[in-house]
Every structure is written in structure tokens, then in C-alpha cells.
């Protein structure tokens, strides 16, 4: 037996390494159509009628936070599984409001630093690379929270890593701070006729996609494919203060603490998949919140302000006064699952706390619309009840047509009659394409309503929501899951008792473009941001209103403002979205409003609806001879979604014909660890050992059978 143990040990190493070696060169697994199930995204492969599906993107997440910025690098692996060239294409949302400033594409060992430029010559120079078999990346703004990435010429068997990098504000509410990492995107409807881009659903309703609209990639049906596109995150808190709270509320997080002020967050199984946003909450103790902070930031001979200054309290005893609302509520197919039942529990939340002298009204909508009363009604017990069963009888299904009930909730009858708080609370994901449409009609037609946004899932269109409520000088609560219904509602319900402050302005003893302008009403606990650019005279910011009946200011001594980092970039893409908005309610030009937006943009080095990145490699990497195939990256369902609800029970993504389904791009899933840092970029090989392997898988072998033969010459002599 022990004569034998070396023999035996090495035929089984040989066999182990040979086996590890035809792993290793074995091709990716090839399926046929009928394997799929539902929606498969596949790749063609040489075998006719097989092909290769297509796996996702892994995506990393670091993330620093310091005082009210939020600086994120976003990291995207892309590798080829194919012997044949292919262009990845992926779709994803970003932040409302996020500042993107900062492509980079690395091949290998190889680094290339994007440029911004104008979005047609972006384009044209990525589409020559790609012609001219270079590598190249272009990311363009599909919307101002959705994205798009292209990457050029992947060869076989190949990994690309893309980072990007962006900044944004930190949301505050009193001593409460909340920081949102989009990771899915839901499909976007838009009604029949119009020409922006549209969502899955539009296929019983004829709709269409417009020839510019953003890509809509397919989305994976959960009954039939487990969860794609891993996302890992490092997350750097550091407010200033030491944090009372950190939690996430729909997310497991681990949270070290390097020191009182510090918290660093990651997810705790590593990786999720990217099927709900990220949400990190942090509080503060009331000491650690001043009644105004200042940053400023110094570029060039620029500065720039970001201040926050908070509402002044309300009386301890406030009349109050009688309110008109009127409730929206979204059950279109998007809504199914979690959504519906969410949103249905906040107005029944809201329905109850009326008081005996509000009037209210309700309104329903998918792709039709149902009015409960003719007109608002006082809220006595009987009808609550009416409403409260209308509300619970509702079943999510159909498109989502914001626009009629909208227009329906914003006309206003009682408009003479001052006594009343007129307000609008408006209950949605949001998922639509015509997002402008919306804007305008606010713009035009809400008059004394107050418009509230109450977006419901795990995936709602956060600049739908944020811009509505801003135009409607309201506010916007996300409701992720049922355990924030009666908080978040409560919240919501206990600010819109009456503004805190109204008809703010801000001066400056210098010169200063400040947005934004006109400033809101401030509700209670939510403080007024402000972005600035000084001349180097301004040192006192002053904000002054109405509150309590009684003139009231405040001011802020800018030569004791903190430094800050990324506050420019900021204060641009605020300005950006302020001529975007300018321009949707013809306060200016279109061409006006292009104009304003390239000049920021390419002052500020930042991605637009006018402007690109695009990084393009000089060398020429796939051979004139080798075709190149285009291949879109699936995405999840977002979280409590019911597929059949959006595309349909037969609702099949595309179909795997050799013409459409022949499409597939591998990403490298490989976590974030402490042999792979986040802070560095590591690329998978693009080779194997699996040469070396089999080699040394035979030569074992044939030592094992050499051993062998050798043992039974000794056993016959």
C-alpha cells in the first residue's frame, strides 16, 4: 500500500490537473432557444442553432462622503467570452442631479482619460475608433438620471474595465441625512403619439420608440433567471459629526467605525444584485446642527458656495388651517406587487387623518382615469369611508398616463377662496418616458396647489419626483416597503400643515449667480440648500421671507464658511438642470437653453443632454477582416415588480431568432476584496494557464504509469 501511494497520487494529480486544464480551455456553455425559458439574451456561436447566453455587468461602488458631498467612483468589468469582437451596451441610472465628470477605460495595463465633448462630435469620434477597430468608450445622458455606456471592440476572450466618477448633494431633512445609489432602472412608459422615449409596456397601447430615444435593454423575468449584474460598495461617511445612526433600510450593511466622525459601510454579504437602490441614512445629535453651514470652494480664480440654512420654528401653537387635497394614485402594471400594496396603504394612511373641515378627492389612473367625486368633498367619516374602499379595491394593470390626471387634480374650482390649502399628493413610481410633458404642465397650470410627490418601490424615477416637487413648491417622500408607510407618511403629512417660510430671497453683499431661483417655501425640518458663484467681494449671505405672520432673516457669515470639494461642479449641473427647465416652459429659447447648457458643460467637464465622454484608444486592436457584433446587457426586474403586470403573461423581452438574440457580453463578477482593493483597478487575465496545465496534467500521467509498470517489474522478478 505504501509502495503504491506515490503511483496513485500522481495519476490523480494528473488526471486533476488535465481535468482543471479542459475546464479551463472548455468554450462557454452553448444552449438552443428552447432551453431559455423566458427572454434569454444569447449570443450566436459556430455551432448552428446554439448559442451562448449572455451573463451581466458587475459594478463596484466607492463612495466618500464628506460633510454634504458625496464623491462616487463607479467601476464597470466587461469581459468577452467569445472567440468573436463585440460592442457592450449598457443602460443604467445615476443620481438625480449627479455631477459626471470623469471616464476612464483600462485595457490591460493600458489607462485612457475620457474628454468631454459636444454629444454629435463625441459620437463621431467614437463611432470612427469603433470602425477603425480601436478601443474606444463613449458614456452619454440618455436622461438626467440615466445613462448609457458603449464600449468598442472587446476582443475575445477579453476584459475591459470602465470607472466613472461623479458627485452630488447629500439629502437632508432636520438632523436626518440620506444618501441614494440608484441600481436599476424601471422600464418607461410613454403614451401613444409621443416621440420620447418609451417603456416596456407600451405594446398594448401602441406606443413607440422614438428613432433618438435612449436604448431599452431587456429585462430579465424572475420567475425564470436568478438575479444579475453584482454590485459591491465601499462607502466612506464622513459628515463631520460623529453619526447618532447608520442604517440602510433595504439592504444588510456591515459599518466600521476607524474613529468617532468615521464610518465605513459595505454590503454584508459582499455583493447584491442590482434589482432595488442603495439607501444609507444617517442622523445627527441636535448639538451637531447649526441654524447655517457654509462650503466654499475655491477653483481658479472662482469660488463657489453651497449653504444650507434651516426653516425658522413655528409657533408652539400654529391655527390650523383647513386644507383642499386632492390624493393621485398610480395603479398601472409597473405598480403591481409590493408597489400597489404600498401605495395603497400611504392613502389610506393619509384618508384617515383628515380633519372634518379638509375637502378631498381622489383620483385613480393607469392608462385610463377614474375621478371619485365630481367635485372635492368634506372629508366626513362617510365619505373617508367611500374612499377608503374605492382605494382598496384598486388593482394594478395597464400603461401609465400621468398627463389627465395631472390636468384633472390641478384644476382648481375654489381658487377664490383663500382659506383653504390647496395641495396635490400624487402617489407613483414615476416610470415614464414624457417626463417634460409633466414639467410644463406644473409649470403652466398648478396656480396656488402645492404638489407633493410620494414615490413608491424600489426603483422610483427620482428626477421625475424631485423636479415635480420643486415646480410645484412641494416636497418628495420615497416609500420603499411597507415598514416606511406610516413614517413616511406621517412625516410627509406633519410638513404640508403650512410652509414654515415663505417668499424667500437671497442677497449678497457681492456679486453672485445663485441658484436655485426663485427660491422655495421652506416646510418644517427641511433646510433650504443654495448653490452660488462669488465674486471675491461677497462674505455675508442673507436669506430673508414671512415666517409666523412676521417678517424673518437670517444670516451667514461666509468668512467662516469650511472648504469644501466639487461644489463648482455642482453649482454648474444645478445650473444645467435650471436651463433645462427654462427652456421646457418656454421662459427661454430652445437654442437658448442648448447654449447655456454646452457653455457649463464644457467649462465644467461634465456629461449633458449636449455633451459626452469618449475615450479612444490610439492603437488599432481588432483586424480589418473581423466582424464586430453589438451586444446589450440584460437588467433585473426591479425589486417587487410583477413581470406579467409590465410586459404582459407573454411577455417575451426579445425573440431568439439568429437575426436579434445573437448577442451576448460577459462581466467579470469578481468581488471587491482585500487582495482586490476597490481603490485600484485589477483586470481579470486574458489568458489561461490551460496549456501549461495539460501539460503538466500529462507529464504527471505518464509519471504515475511509469511508477506503475515499474512496481509490477519489481512484483514479477
Do not use: C
Not at 417660510?501 to 431661483?517: D, F, H, K, V
Request: aromatic share 6%; charged share 20%.
Amino acid at each position: 500500500m505504501i509502495r503504491a501511494f506515490p503511483t496513485r497520487l500522481a495519476l490523480s494529480l494528473g488526471w486533476l490537473v488535465a481535468f482543471a486544464a479542459a475546464a479551463l480551455a472548455q468554450p462557454p456553455r452553448l444552449v438552443s432557444p428552447g432551453e431559455m425559458g423566458s427572454g434569454a439574451l444569447l449570443f450566436e456561436s459556430q455551432t448552428p442553432g446554439q448559442y451562448v447566453e449572455a451573463p451581466a455587468v458587475a459594478s463596484d461602488f466607492t463612495v466618500t462622503v464628506t460633510g454634504p458631498i458625496a464623491r462616487t467612483r463607479l467601476t464597470q468589468r466587461f469581459e468577452n467570452p467569445t472567440a468573436g469582437w463585440v460592442e457592450g451596451v449598457y443602460v443604467f441610472p445615476l443620481p438625480d442631479g449627479a455631477a459626471v465628470d470623469t471616464l476612464t477605460m483600462v485595457v490591460g495595463q493600458r489607462v485612457i482619460v475620457g474628454t468631454v465633448k459636444e454629444k454629435k462630435e463625441a459620437q463621431e469620434v467614437y463611432d470612427q475608433a469603433k470602425a477603425a477597430g480601436q478601443k474606444a468608450a463613449l458614456m452619454e445622458q440618455s436622461r438626467p438620471n440615466l445613462f448609457t455606456n458603449q464600449v468598442a471592440n472587446i476582443g475575445p476572450h477579453e476584459a475591459i474595465v470602465i470607472q466613472m466618477e461623479y458627485q452630488e448633494a447629500v439629502q437632508r431633512s432636520g438632523d436626518a441625512f440620506q444618501l441614494r445609489v440608484p441600481l436599476v432602472m424601471g422600464p418607461r412608459y410613454t403614451p401613444p403619439g409621443h416621440d420620447t422615449a418609451s417603456g416596456a409596456d407600451l405594446a398594448s397601447t401602441g406606443g413607440g420608440m422614438a428613432s433618438d430615444a435612449p436604448p431599452e435593454p431587456p429585462v430579465l423575468d424572475p420567475a425564470h433567471h436568478g438575479p444579475v449584474n453584482p454590485v459591491s460598495l465601499t462607502l466612506t461617511l464622513q459628515p463631520g459629526f460623529a453619526p447618532a445612526t447608520v442604517d440602510s433600510p433595504y439592504h444588510a450593511i456591515s459599518a466600521e467605525s476607524p474613529d468617532a466622525n468615521t464610518r465605513v459601510i459595505h454590503f454584508r454579504d459582499g455583493t447584491v444584485p442590482a434589482n432595488r437602490d442603495f439607501v444609507l441614512n444617517w442622523t445627527a445629535s441636535p448639538a451637531a446642527i447649526a441654524s447655517a453651514t457654509g462650503f466654499i470652494e475655491q477653483v481658479g480664480t472662482e469660488r463657489y458656495l453651497l449653504a444650507q440654512v434651516n426653516p425658522p420654528e413655528p409657533k408652539a401653537v400654529t391655527p390650523r388651517r383647513p386644507r383642499e387635497v386632492v390624493f393621485v394614485i398610480d395603479n398601472s402594471g409597473s405598480m403591481g406587487g409590493t408597489s400597489m400594496t404600498q401605495a395603497k396603504a400611504s392613502l389610506i394612511y393619509a384618508l384617515d387623518r383628515l380633519k372634518p373641515e379638509d375637502r378631498f378627492n381622489v383620483i385613480r389612473f393607469d392608462d385610463s382615469m377614474d375621478i371619485l367625486f365630481g367635485d372635492a368633498v368634506q372629508a366626513t367619516p362617510d365619505k373617508v369611508q367611500e374612499a377608503k374602499t374605492f382605494v382598496g379595491n384598486l388593482e394594478a394593470g395597464g400603461g401609465t398616463e400621468m398627463i389627465p390626471p395631472l390636468k384633472a387634480a390641478l384644476v382648481d374650482r375654489n381658487a377664490g377662496d383663500p382659506s383653504f390649502l390647496r395641495q396635490v399628493i400624487f402617489l407613483t413610481d414615476g416610470d415614464i418616458g414624457n417626463e417634460e410633458e409633466f414639467f410644463r404642465l406644473i409649470g403652466g397650470r398648478a396656480g396656488r396647489s402645492r404638489i407633493f410627490m410620494v414615490g413608491i418601490g424600489s426603483a422610483p424615477n427620482s428626477h421625475l419626483m424631485t423636479r415635480a416637487a420643486e415646480l410645484g413648491r412641494g416636497s418628495f417622500t420615497h416609500i420603499g416597503s411597507g415598514a416606511e408607510v406610516e413614517d413616511g407618511m406621517r412625516g410627509l403629512l406633519a410638513r404640508i400643515e403650512a410652509p414654515v417660510a415663505t417668499g424667500l430671497a437671497a442677497s449678497l453683499n457681492g456679486t453672485a449667480e445663485l441658484t436655485p431661483n426663485p427660491l422655495p417655501d421652506l416646510f418644517k425640518g427641511e433646510p433650504l440648500t443654495l448653490l452660488a458663484k462669488l465674486d471675491a467681494k461677497a462674505d455675508h449671505l442673507t436669506v430673508s421671507g414671512v415666517s409666523n405672520d412676521q417678517p424673518w432673516s437670517l444670516a451667514l457669515d461666509l468668512r467662516q464658511a469650511r472648504q469644501g470639494q466639487g461644489i463648482g461642479k455642482l453649482w454648474a449641473r444645478r445650473g444645467i438642470a435650471d436651463a433645462e427647465v427654462a427652456g421646457e416652459l418656454g421662459q427661454i429659447s430652445s437654442d437658448e437653453a442648448d447654449r447655456r447648457i454646452l457653455a457649463l458643460a464644457l467649462a465644467h467637464h461634465l456629461v449633458s443632454r449636449v455633451t459626452s465622454l469618449v475615450a479612444v484608444e490610439a492603437a488599432r486592436t481588432r483586424p480589418a477582416d473581423a466582424p464586430l457584433s453589438r451586444a446589450e446587457v440584460p437588467l433585473n426586474l426591479p425589486y417587487g415588480w410583477e413581470f406579467d403586470q409590465v410586459f404582459g403573461p407573454q411577455g417575451e423581452m426579445r425573440p431568439t431568432s439568429s437575426d436579434d438574440a445573437a448577442r451576448a457580453i460577459k462581466i467579470s463578477t469578481r468581488p471587491v476584496t482585500a487582495d482586490h482593493p476597490a481603490d485600484t483597478v485589477d483586470l481579470p487575465q486574458t489568458a489561461t494557464l490551460a496549456d501549461l496545465f495539460l501539460m503538466l496534467g500529462l507529464g504527471l500521467s505518464l509519471l504515475g504509469f511509469g511508477l506503475m509498470a515499474a512496481a509490477r517489474r519489481r512484483q514479477a522478478a
